[in-house]
Each structure stands twice: as C-alpha cells, then as structure tokens.
C-alpha cells in the first residue's frame, strides 16, 4: 500500500516526533512514553449509493479504515459497525413537525468509530487532514457515498454494568455484540455541559457500557455540507455497548428516550442500533435496504 513518501512535523522541525524545549533544543522524544488514556474519537456515519455496496465495503475495510485513519499517529483502536435494514426499523428519529437530525433518519448504513490518545487530538488531526489531502490526490477515495454524520468528540466519562468492567479505552476490542449510538439534546437555554438525567445499568442488563461523548465544532469555513453539525455544543452522544444484539436490549434505549423526555431533560434526537462487521467478508451488504 503506497504512501506519502515524506510528512513534516507540524511543528517544522522537519524530524518526525520532534519538538522543541524551553531552552531552544529539539526533543526528538516528545512522542514517546505516556499512559494510554481515551482522549477523543471520530465518528463517521457513511451512506454507500445503491448498487456500490459490497465495493464500497472492500474500499473501506481493506484500505481506508488503515490508509485514512489506523496508520496515523495517536489512533489506538478503531471498528467498523453496520446497521442493516431491520436494525435501521429500530431507529428513534425525529418528533412530528421537526426536522430531522442528520437530514434522514434513516439514512447511514455504515459507522466507524476511532479512539485516538489523551493530549494528542490536535496533532492527530493535523496528520488526518493531510493524509486525506494526499488519499484524494492520489486516487485512493471512493466517490459513490455520502457522509450522514462525520464529527471529533470528546470522551465525558462512562457508566458501567460491573464495577470492574471493559474499560473505555479496550470498547473497540471486546467482541461486543451490538452498540448503539445514541443522540441527546439538552432542552433549549440549557448550559452546554449541563449533566443531563442518569441511568443505572442492572446487574442483569445486556447494556455493558455507555460512553458519553461531546461534539468538537467544526471551525469557520470548514467544507462540509452534512446537517447535524449545528447546535452541537447542546448535544451529548452516548455510545452503548451490549453483549448480545440490539434486539433483545432496544426497549431499554427506547424506555430511556421515554424517561428523558418525560423528565424534561433532554431529548432523544436520534438513536440507532448497530452490529460489528465481520472483516474479510461482505456479510450484511445484502441487507442495507
């Protein structure tokens, strides 16, 4: 797999890993060392267009999930979910008379999901933009599919099942059988950050973990044309990992969306149910639609 032949550091050093001190030496070990803490994620919820599933599919589970995300410094884990068409039923979307979130509720067959270190969002960045950058040069995109929701978070913290459950930071790895992803919005004149109303998860719920999460704005003038990206300072995405698949546990997410509006809240903009990919195979393309 071909690359970029040569990326400067950000900090134009020119050595890779490099950084200067206070007294003007380069420490050529500045990306070295460091705990391995869950500091942020990108979330990108993709449509592939009808008849380009299962290339689609290949594209980005040979190539693109590694080329435009797992080679790049500061990612540490990563995985691939879909949601097939009986899944996409189970959505919760938007109210009557309200617009929906990301212009389609039912809309995004595909998510990926990427952790990437505490501390390191800004350099992780920088090398993601630029490796897209080369990627598009280079004629290694994919044009037939949309972007339903491509957004940086920030983790917030977790709610666990087990006192000494999967930690946050190894979620991507455990063989988590379903997952849902799952929209907040505070009500209107709300604080940004306001905690929003808790859930306990039983001892014997299939619902593991909640990760929650909140939106990084995109800058000014940033090229992207997906809806959803307005408002996000008011939003908490809360990823919720089960042990089994979403249809045994789905009635618990839509008695919490419930509960949250009866509350007063908050509001349940959008939830879907997801399962993992089975790599190397084109399982679930057949079941988009």
């Not at 070990?29 to 705990?35: F, K, M, N, T």
């Not at 008011?234 to 249809?247: I, K, T, V, Y």
């Amino acid at each position: 797999m071909s690359g970029p032949q040569q990326i400067a550091d950000p900090g134009g050093t020119g050595a890779a890993g490099s950084a200067s001190t206070d007294d003007g030496n380069v420490d050529v070990d500045a990306d070295l060392g460091g705990e391995v803490v869950l500091g942020s994620m990108l979330f990108t919820l993709v449509e592939p267009h009808k008849g380009h599933e299962v290339a689609y599919h290949r594209w980005y589970e040979r190539d693109h999930f590694y080329a435009g995300c797992m080679i790049g410094p500061w990612f540490f884990a990563g995985r691939r979910w879909v949601a097939t068409r009986d899944l996409k039923d189970l959505r919760i979307g938007s109210s009557a008379g309200e617009a929906p979130l990301f212009g389609d509720d039912v809309a995004g067959s595909y998510l990926s999901l990427y952790w990437v270190l505490d501390g390191r969002a800004a350099e992780n960045t920088d090398w993601g933009s630029r490796q897209v950058k080369w990627l598009h040069e280079n004629g290694r995109m994919f044009p037939h599919r949309d972007h339903i929701h491509t957004l940086l978070y920030r983790y917030r913290g977790a709610e666990r099942r087990d006192e000494d459950g999967v930690p946050a930071e190894l979620a991507l790895d455990h063989p988590f059988r379903g997952m849902a992803a799952v929209v907040v919005e505070r009500p209107e004149g709300a604080e940004p950050k306001s905690p929003l109303p808790q859930w306990s998860l039983a001892p014997d719920s299939s619902v593991a973990l909640v990760l929650k999460w909140s939106g990084i704005p995109l800058p000014p003038g940033a090229p992207v044309t997906q809806p959803g990206t307005d408002g996000v300072r008011r939003r908490e995405m809360q990823l919720w990992f089960a042990d089994s698949e979403p249809h045994y546990w789905w009635p618990a997410v839509e008695a919490y969306a419930e509960g949250l509006r009866a509350s007063g809240g908050g509001t349940v903009r959008w939830a879907s149910p997801f399962v993992p990919t089975i790599p190397g195979t084109d399982t679930y393309t057949d079941q988009l639609w």
